[in-house]
Antibody, heavy 124, light 105 residues
Framework: QVQLQESDPGLVKPSQTLSLTCSVSGASIRSSGFLWSWVRQSPGKALEWLGSISYSGTTKYNPSLRDRLSISADPSARQFSLSLTSTSAADTALYFC????????????????WGRGTRVTVSS | DIQISQSPSSLSASVGDRVTITCRTSQNIRTYLNWYQHKPGESPKLLVYATSILHTGVLSRFKGSGTGTSFTLTITGLQPEDFATYFCQQTFSDVFTFGGGTTVE
């Protein structure tokens, strides 16, 4: 059974860096055919895809956050991480990590496993 | 980015009802549309991918349809465990986007 669990940073002060880790069990981050993603939902807004990292370490970011966002992975630790710099109140959200099934041939992607989400508040 | 308009934002239903949720996209995404179910405090669950393919273990009362810019999720014979928020997602473009969600209450 694949399970993902986000770390809990809680409160982050404005301008500081938000760091989140997703711990994966029941699957290997090294497996081809999957991407590992971060998604967030700000209060009253739709879900927003932030970015993904592949088993080979290739990253893809939402252009709206590209200058501030970095995603990395530590396959031996079965974890992947998000780092978001220069945070503001606009980054207050429920953050999810998810596994993405990715079929290159069919150009097919779907998020087959998610974490429960971790609530992050950016406030002084 | 491809915008998704999901409707309704909420609906009231009873056990046994047929429920229909619609997503409309700002451009043609062929059939690259997924549906998820989310209950508070739980992880979102994949229901349907590629418009109409049920994910493993998803019961047949869920049905996805559509193509191009208009897509529908239909739940036939609503069950107590189906009261949740449903959202759609397009994966046609490199920047994945989501609908605003529909809460079935």
């Amino acid at each position: 059974q694949v399970q993902l669990q986000e770390s809990d940073p809680g409160l982050v002060k404005p301008s500081q860096t938000l760091s989140l880790t997703c711990s994966v069990s029941g699957a290997s981050i090294r497996s081809s055919g999957f991407l590992w993603s971060w998604v967030r939902q700000s209060p009253g807004k739709a879900l927003e895809w932030l970015g993904s990292i592949s088993y080979s370490g290739t990253t893809k970011y939402n252009p709206s956050l590209r200058d501030r966002l970095s995603i990395s992975a530590d396959p031996s630790a079965r974890q992947f991480s998000l780092s978001l710099t220069s945070t503001s109140a606009a980054d207050t959200a429920l953050y999810f990590c998810a596994r993405v099934f990715h079929d290159n041939l069919m150009n097919l992607d779907y998020f087959d496993y998610w974490g429960r989400g971790t609530r992050v508040t950016v406030s002084s | 980015d491809i915008q998704i308009s999901q409707s309704p934002s909420s609906l009231s239903a009873s056990v046994g009802d047929r429920v229909t949720i619609t997503c409309r996209t700002s451009q043609n995404i062929r059939t690259y549309l997924n549906w998820y179910q989310h209950k508070p405090g739980e992880s979102p669950k994949l229901l349907v991918y590629a418009t109409s393919i049920l994910h493993t273990g998803v019961l047949s009362r869920f049905k996805g349809s559509g193509t191009g810019t208009s897509f529908t999720l239909t739940i036939t014979g609503l069950q107590p465990e189906d009261f949740a928020t449903y959202f759609c997602q397009q994966t046609f473009s490199d920047v994945f986007t989501f609908g605003g969600g529909t809460t079935v209450e």
